[in-house]
């Protein structure tokens, strides 16, 4: 899944503590596989969260969930804008292994 938030302007640092904050919780969540905020150069108070879960009802009932409907209610006031997109895994590759890494994994 991936979130394009606009934070009205002002709002950037408690956004990110909020978000900090929630992402703790759903980190907690076994149909949570991972979630990354990402803010945009250039483009002042604009974040993308991306978010793996296992499918997407569980995604649909996290969405549904009281702590996620509390979390909105509080990043509401926070969004100017934004936009939410469900994403199709296609292909995946994983980061190449460093010779650093390598090195002590052989000794």
Do not use: C
């Amino acid at each position: 899944m991936l979130l394009r938030i606009d934070v009205v302007e002002g709002g950037e640092a408690e956004f990110e503590e909020l978000w900090r904050a929630h992402a703790k919780h759903v980190h907690t969540l076994p149909d949570n596989h991972g979630q990354q905020l990402l803010r945009s150069r250039g483009e002042r108070g604009r974040y993308v969260v991306l978010t793996d879960w296992t499918d997407e009802p569980t995604f649909r009932a996290f969405e549904r969930s009281e702590e996620q409907q509390a979390y909105l209610r509080r990043l509401w006031p926070l969004r100017a804008d934004g936009e939410m997109r469900l994403l199709e895994p296609m292909d995946e590759m994983t980061p190449a292994v460093s010779a650093a890494t390598q090195s002590l994994e052989d000794r």
